[in-house]
């Protein structure tokens, strides 16, 4: 049983999703927003005991400058498009389409896919 629902029976297959887990509600008030500041932030991206991924803090560290540093570079760097206009990606990875841009000085760029 997982949240009152019946594990199906011998035979049946069930599947555990990280990514699921890290959307619940009961855990993560508006779970589907991008919030850095997050506090709380219990998450299972990592995975979680045991198996918990071993190269967490290097990816830590990628992500904080992935968010950064385009930031302090490029601090005029805003969206060509209202935020209601960005479409997502409907294949196995999970992300945005590529996204037009306009900076101050370098004027219209448009995002890679
Ligand atoms: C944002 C980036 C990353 C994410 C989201 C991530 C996620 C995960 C997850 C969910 C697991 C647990 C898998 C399981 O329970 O079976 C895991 C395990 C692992 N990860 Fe990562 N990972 C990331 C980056 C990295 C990097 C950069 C390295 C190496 C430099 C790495 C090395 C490992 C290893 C070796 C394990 C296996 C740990 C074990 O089974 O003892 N990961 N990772």
């Given at each position: 049983?997982?949240?009152?629902?019946?594990?199906?029976?011998?035979?049946?297959?069930?599947?555990?999703?990280l990514a699921e887990g890290n959307r619940d509600e009961n855990r993560f008030p508006d779970?589907?927003?991008l919030l850095l500041d997050r506090?709380?932030?219990?998450?299972?991206?990592?995975g979680y005991g045991m198996r918990y991924c071993l190269?967490?803090?290097?990816?830590?560290?990628?992500?904080?400058?992935?968010?950064?540093a385009p930031?302090?570079?490029?601090?005029?760097?805003?969206?060509?498009?209202p935020p209601g206009e960005l479409t997502w990606r409907h294949d196995f990875r999970r992300g945005l389409q590529p996204v037009a841009c306009h900076h101050a000085e370098r004027g219209?760029?448009?995002g890679a896919s």
């Open positions: 049983m997982v949240k009152a629902q019946p594990i199906p029976p011998d035979g049946h297959a069930a599947a555990v999703s779970a589907y927003r506090r709380p932030n219990l998450h299972i991206g990592f190269g967490a803090p290097p990816a830590r560290v990628e992500v904080r400058l992935g968010f950064t930031m302090t570079r490029f601090p005029d760097l805003r969206l060509a498009v219209l760029t448009t």
